[in-house]
């Protein structure tokens, strides 16, 4: 099992980026799946989600601004960012929530998680 992020990089206050993410060795329809950050220094904390029924959760501190998508065909997962501030700058991971810890939650494990991809805010 595996997962792996790219699209982070550098971006202005106020611009946008996607992220993606490719799902290896298990199916991303059969999982709730989503995107967690953290900032050096501080804890990891759920950014937005997709429930295995589809509904989808964005954390108040992204909601308007985020759109997480799922191509279930192609195994991969996005994360639109829009309106990125300088407090959006984090290392972003795709992962699947361990039970103990849902979306709704400070995550402090996941039951798959990629290397994460870092993003830069630049104003």
């Known amino acids: 099992v595996r997962l792996l992020e790219s699209g982070g990089g550098s971006v202005e206050s106020g611009g946008s980026l996607q992220l993606s993410c490719t799902a290896y060795g298990f199916r991303t329809s059969s999982y709730s799946i989503g995107w967690a950050r953290q900032v050096p220094g501080l804890g990891l904390e759920w950014v937005a989600g997709?429930?295995?029924?589809?509904?989808?959760y964005y954390a108040d501190f992204v909601k308007g601004r985020v759109t997480i998508s799922k191509d279930s065909g192609e195994n991969m997962v996005y994360l639109q960012m829009n309106a990125v501030k300088p407090e959006d700058a984090a290392r972003y991971y795709c992962a699947t929530p361990d039970d103990a810890y849902p979306f709704t939650t400070r995550p402090a494990r996941f039951d798959y998680w990629g290397r994460g991809t870092r993003v830069t805010v630049s104003s």
């Open positions: 997709i429930y295995r029924d589809g509904t989808k």
